[in-house]
């Protein structure tokens, strides 16, 4: 039986990872783009879609979401978060290790790998715990993880303050290539905190976080991976110094990368206004001067890729006191609209907007996505960049309601979303 041909017609084209932006048609064959441009000699298409006034990009790959799977079913079931991220124009979907258990050993990988696989969302990926348990206090089998799937390792939001431990995952890491993912925290500078130093903790008298304790951390693993010249990808940054020293590394020739979670580009301490546990995240909103640089990193390059950092929450647990509330936000939904709602305000080229979710990522890990090329995955987004919606919490295919952004006006409107050349999502 001959593979499926499907041919995207009329819309507007853009592959940031060859600077490709163009009307164009886009033919399918089977699992794989068969050609970007003019049809290949002799297809003929099973399926047409007309898509005149959208745009058609790679499939977006996300560095970081909870699935909450295994363990934590009761939040949210692996299909409707995959069933979310699918619907948000995500085709590469890396999870992180903190479930329950922790994703620390080949079985538990393998199980989530195989129940996702079974599911039409997108490619799951797991990133394997650094430490057994996310203790901080034993490696990990990083290289039989990695045989089972692993891309990378991760102490997730887990505390590893035994530098000496750190020292010896990465020198593992170094040994085989493997990338270590980690978001920089001094864990006694940051104890008991829950939102940024600054004029709003302390007129809501909030535990605070020191910024220091981002950029201390962030030092400690940068000089560990200079030392030993392991592959790190700095996660989830928040403040404008940590992204000085980020370009100071790049500028010294240190093999590093680093992302920031999209609502980090957006957000303040000041959103928190009375109490607003939809803002508890971590690390916590900063300043608008962090946001501001923040903004002007993802223009200039030195933010390599933007994550949902995806966190389903429960109502109840959202509905506690704010020091108490559990942070995170439902992210996967929203990831196109605040990415384009940046460019916009900022006067950027929607191609590097989509660089940060497509190729950008992809490049961090060196995974075969992100890109559309013939003979790749037929991995790719159809989305309206100029159809307007409101956000509106208990519309989201997520489990979670848990988003800031309720209530506000975005544009870019996920149509289509395929994973190896079959429609796992059509809006």
Same mark, same amino acid.
């Given at each position: 039986m001959s593979a499926?041909?499907?041919?995207?017609?009329?819309?507007?084209?853009?592959?940031?990872?060859?600077?490709?932006?163009?009307?164009?048609?886009?033919?399918?064959?089977?699992?794989?783009?068969?050609?970007?441009?003019t049809a290949p000699a002799g297809f003929q298409a099973d399926q047409t879609i007309e898509a005149a006034g959208c745009v058609v990009s790679p499939g977006f790959v996300d560095l970081c979401a909870r699935l909450?799977?295994?363990?934590?079913?009761? =939040?949210?079931?692996? &299909?409707? *978060?995959?069933?979310? !991220?699918?619907?948000? @124009?995500? #085709?590469?979907?890396?999870?992180?290790?903190?479930t329950d258990p922790v994703l620390d050993e080949p079985g538990l990988?393998?199980?989530?790998?195989?129940?996702?696989?079974?599911?039409?969302?997108?490619?799951?990926?797991?990133?394997?715990?650094?430490?057994?348990?996310?203790?901080?206090?034993r490696l990990t089998e990083m290289a039989e993880l990695?045989?089972?799937?692993?891309?990378?390792?991760?102490?997730?939001?887990?505390?590893?303050?035994?530098?000496?431990?750190?020292?010896?995952?990465?020198?593992?890491?170094?040994?085989?290539?493997?990338?270590?993912?980690?978001?920089?925290?001094?864990?006694?500078?940051? =104890?008991?905190?829950? &939102?940024? *130093?600054?004029?709003? !903790?302390?007129?809501? @008298?909030? #535990?605070?976080?020191?910024?220091?304790?981002?950029?201390?951390?962030?030092?400690?693993?940068?000089?560990?991976?200079?030392?030993?010249?392991?592959?790190?990808?700095v996660a989830r940054l928040s403040c404008a110094r940590s992204l000085d020293l980020i370009r100071a590394a790049k500028a010294q020739g240190l093999a590093v990368t680093c992302d920031v979670a999209v609502h980090h580009a957006h957000l303040t301490e000041m959103d928190i206004g009375y109490f607003d546990a939809l803002c508890r995240v971590?690390?916590?909103?900063?300043?608008?001067?962090?946001?501001?640089?923040?903004?002007?990193?993802?223009?200039?390059?030195?933010?390599?890729?933007?994550?949902?950092?995806? &966190?389903?929450?429960?109502?109840?647990?959202?509905?506690?006191?704010?020091?108490?509330?559990?942070?995170?936000?439902?992210?996967?939904?929203?990831?196109?609209?605040?990415?384009?709602?940046?460019?916009?305000?900022?006067?950027?080229p929607m191609a590097r907007a989509l660089e940060l979710i497509t190729s950008g990522p992809a490049r961090v890990l060196g995974l075969p996505y992100g890109r559309l090329v013939a003979g790749c995955a037929a991995d790719l987004t159809v989305f309206a960049p100029g159809r307007h919606w409101t956000v509106h919490a208990s519309a989201l295919v997520s489990q979670g309601k848990n988003t800031p952004f309720s209530g506000y006006e975005l544009a870019g409107r996920v149509l289509q979303t395929f994973v190896a050349g079959v429609a796992v999502h059509s809006g």
């Open positions: 499926r041909r499907t041919a995207i017609l009329g819309a507007r084209v853009i592959d940031p990872s060859r600077g490709f932006d163009a009307e164009a048609g886009i033919y399918i064959e089977g699992e794989k783009i068969a050609a970007v441009g909450r799977e295994p363990g934590g079913e009761f =939040k949210n079931a692996l &299909a409707s *978060e995959m069933h979310a !991220a699918v619907a948000g @124009g995500i #085709t590469t979907l890396v999870c992180s290790p903190d990988v393998e199980m989530l790998r195989f129940r996702a696989k079974n599911l039409r969302g997108p490619r799951v990926f797991p990133a394997g715990a650094l430490t057994e348990g996310l203790k901080g206090e990695r045989e089972h799937g692993c891309v990378a390792f991760s102490q997730a939001d887990a505390a590893l303050t035994d530098t000496q431990v750190m020292l010896r995952a990465m020198q593992y890491a170094a040994t085989f290539g493997f990338v270590v993912m980690l978001r920089p925290d001094d864990a006694w500078l940051s =104890k008991d905190g829950v &939102a940024h *130093e600054g004029q709003v !903790a302390a007129r809501l @008298g909030l #535990t605070p976080i020191l910024p220091e304790a981002e950029t201390i951390g962030l030092m400690r693993i940068l000089e560990l991976a200079r030392l030993t010249g392991a592959r790190l990808h971590v690390p916590p909103f900063r300043t608008q001067r962090d946001r501001d640089a923040i903004r002007a990193a993802l223009k200039d390059g030195t933010i390599d890729a933007v994550c949902s950092d995806h &966190a389903p929450v429960d109502e109840d647990e959202k509905a506690l006191p704010f020091g108490e509330a559990e942070p995170g936000v439902t992210a996967v939904e929203l990831l196109l609209p605040l990415m384009l709602k940046w460019a916009h305000e900022d006067g950027v």
